[in-house]
């Protein structure tokens, strides 16, 4: 039986290489001076939703909440193994912390129809909250399996998935539809293939088109062509602006300061017996070690 899906998918900056100031004075983080990149979890989502529909048959459809920029993500998605791309973009959603991009996301999968399931990262490397995923279940009201590494079994109405804990690892049944956010060990994501990075080069969305020389006609080509990435505000999804982006967000991001521990003092321990004792009784004496 084929299995509808919805990844959805962040563009985040690629923290390993961060330049210029990351934050703004507001406290929201200054996108344009960071190189974006997709979020590293997401990718193990894509590829677990990708390998389901290999071996099952379905949809899956990749729908990320983002400044136009965003469009990027989209089409790398699309090169990986996408059927439908979708970017949720309106000056509204700017500045919104989990519960407004929760929100926004969860109207929107309604909006498109709510699949036999929704896959998440664990977490984006930038908030770093792990929390869009479970709310965005909860406000659909389907339940969620939180640090999947593995669906153990797949039939008409129900998955069992296997998640690994610091206690160990759990084996869930829940009936679909269901959400499920998934963890780096996982899988190995699949490179984009060559084919359709050709195929689907050109996908571009109306705005990135607009202010081009032929716009109108590109726009008309790109759309004859399923180039044309759509985009939803607002408006289409149906949501209250007032629970959107900033306006939306009870928690504002007051400062980002990257903390850097310096050691207090060095100690050298003798490689002897002796030493490595009289250095454990220490850390048990300070109750660093019980
Ligand atoms: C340093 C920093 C600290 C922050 N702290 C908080 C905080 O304490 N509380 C708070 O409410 N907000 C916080 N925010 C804002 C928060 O980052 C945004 O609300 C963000 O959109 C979602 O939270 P997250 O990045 O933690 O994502 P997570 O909850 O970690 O993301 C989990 C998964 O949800 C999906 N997802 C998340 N965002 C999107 C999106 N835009 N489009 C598509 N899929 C998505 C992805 O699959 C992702 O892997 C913080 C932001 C920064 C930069």
Sequence with gaps: MPFSMIVLAKQVPDTANITGEAMKPDGTVNRGALPAIFNPEDLNAL??????????????????????????????ALFRGAD??????????????TLAT???????????????????GRQAIDGDTAQ????????????????VDDVVDLEEGGIVV??????????LRMPLPALLTVVSTANNPRPPSARRVMAFKKARTRNELMGSTQDYLEIDQLESQGLLIEEWGV?????????????????????????????REVKRVEPTQQGISSLVDELIAEHILS
Excluded: N, W
């Design 132 to 147: 869009v995923g479970p709310q965005v279940a909860e406000k659909l009201g389907i339940p969620q399996a939180t640090y």
């Design 235 to 263: 408006d289409i999804i149906g949501a209250e602006p007032g629970r959107c982006g900033i306006g939306g967000s009870p928690t504002k991001v007051k400062k980002v300061a990257s903390v850097v521990i310096s050691p």
């Design 84 to 97: 439908r791309v979708l970017l949720l973009t309106h000056r509204l959603f700017a500045g919104a912390d």
């Design 162 to 171: 296997s998640r690994s804990t610091d206690r160990g690892v759990h084996i």
């Design 102 to 120: 929760s929100y926004a996301l969860a109207r929107a999968v309604a909006t498109a129809g709510v699949p036999d399931i929704i896959l998440c």
């Design 47 to 76: 590829e677990m939703a990708l390998a389901i529909r290999d071996r099952h048959g379905g949809h899956v459809t990749v729908m990320s909440m983002g400044p136009p920029a965003a469009a990027e993500v989209l089409r790398e």
